[in-house]
């Protein structure tokens, strides 16, 4: 009965005209309020979902490091006992090393990823290749592949160059400074391909294959900087990691995917909680027409309320009659809003409308991606700011005192 009633004064015309344009410029503020928080977050799902996919391709399930110091050391027997290890796809073994690049006059300063042949099955670099091939060549001839950014850098075009650019690695058993040209051991290295993933891995990272890195590091066979490895997605993950663990000892560092890359996790999680928040201000704004609106209309229907109450209708009811006059008029903006969002998105993703400027992005239109997490994040809010505005002037209806003679 309460419903009918919110529902009658919802929809019949008002006295005064004033209160139909400030109604309906309340579900007009918020619908648009609405679509553009759908329409954000769907945005910011599709470039997470991208970003993440980058990263996905580019580090491994689980990283495996020494828990202090910089090298780690694993022993065939290890190996075995890992590769070994149920639910375990993978492992690959790695060293990483800063390292200068030059090619004549150009050079740069870049992290060399020295892999072994399992390389591709614990990480998709492959998958991104631009360029030439990919073959990291052997310990005596050892090839490149680079970064497009370091491609840049140095000048060189992976397809067309014969001559080998020079690599320059630290000494670890020098007498002289790291810095000077005494303190690094230099080998000619064949550029053979170029890879593009994403900017802070295009711009720093050079592979080539393990066997030459450790030579030039002069590392022992047991040595390597962390080891990678593939987890079968079908298993419990926690109980792998505890397994892995388990079998490894307390002296090595198990990192996950996200653990690896925390911060950047961390910081898209802040920035979409940033902007749901602003949004909300601007809806707690939009939502301050609903009290102009809900206040003119219990200005109008004193008479009615008047009646309501000598029929025995109490305070409680009046007020919850407004309530609900409120909550139509969100249901009303947020449903609009939630149309006009989802019309929106559903166009982007099948025919990629609105296309990004620039061309230095792997896609060249937003991505977008729709939760249903996301609607129930913005239906119930928009509810709460409803209940919230509409609560004064429903009280005020309630508090009253009105008298039906004229």
């Known amino acids: 009965m309460k419903f009918l009633f919110a529902w ?16 309906w410029i309340s579900v007009l503020a918020i619908a648009v309020v609405v679509a553009a928080l759908v329409i954000i977050f769907s945005v910011f799902n599709g470039f997470e979902d991208l970003v993440k996919g980058l990263y996905t391709d580019f ?18 027997a290890q190996l075995t006992q890992l590769r070994n290890t149920k639910g375990i796809i993978a492992v690959s073994l790695a060293v990483e090393e800063k390292a200068l690049l030059v090619n004549g006059e150009n050079q740069s300063i870049v992290t060399v990823k020295g892999v072994d042949q399992s390389q591709n099955l614990v990480s998709n670099i492959l998958g991104h290749l631009l360029r030439g091939r990919y073959s990291l060549g052997t310990s ?48 000619a290295v064949y550029p053979t391909g170029t890879f593009m993933i994403q900017e802070d891995f295009d711009n720093k990272y050079v592979f080539t294959n393990l066997e030459f890195v450790k030579y030039m590091l002069d590392m022992k066979p047991d040595e390597y900087s962390f080891c990678e490895v593939r987890l079968d997605s079908t298993m419990n993950q926690k109980q792998l990691l505890q397994n892995v663990q388990s079998l490894l000892g307390n002296q090595y560092k198990l990192k996950t995917r996200y653990q690896q890359n925390q911060s950047l996790y961390t910081a898209m999680q802040i920035e979409k909680w940033v902007i749901y928040g602003v949004t909300c201000l601007i809806l707690m704004v939009a939502a301050f027409n609903i009290i102009g609106a809900l206040t003119m209309l219990v200005l109008e229907k004193q008479k009615d309320i008047s009646v309501l109450k000598a029929m025995g209708a109490t305070d409680a009811t009046i007020q919850q009659i407004f309530l609900f006059e409120g909550l ?20 982007q993703i099948k025919y990629h409308l609105i296309a990004l400027s620039g061309g230095t992005f792997l896609i060249d239109y937003y991505p977008v991606k729709l939760q249903l997490s996301d609607y129930i994040l913005v239906c ?23 008298s039906l003679k004229s």
């Open 8 to 23: 009658r004064y919802f929809k019949s015309e008002k006295s005064v005209n004033a209160i139909n344009i400030i109604s």
């Open 59 to 76: 580090y491994a399930d689980v990283s495996i490091a020494p828990a202090t110091g910089k090298m780690l050391t694993l022993t065939k």
């Open 380 to 402: 119930i809010t928009v509810l709460v700011i409803a209940v919230l505005a509409a609560w004064v002037p429903a009280r005020k209806a309630a508090k009253e005192v009105l």
């Open 140 to 187: 005596d001839k050892p090839n490149i592949v680079v970064g497009v950014g370091i491609e840049n850098a140095v000048g060189v075009d992976v397809e067309k160059t014969i001559y080998p650019i020079t690599l320059y690695m630290p000494n670890r058993n020098a007498t002289a400074k790291l810095g000077t040209i005494d303190g690094m051991n230099s080998f």
């Open 328 to 347: 139509l008029l969100s249901i009303a903006g947020g449903g609009g809003g939630i149309t006009i969002a989802t019309i929106v998105c559903v166009l």
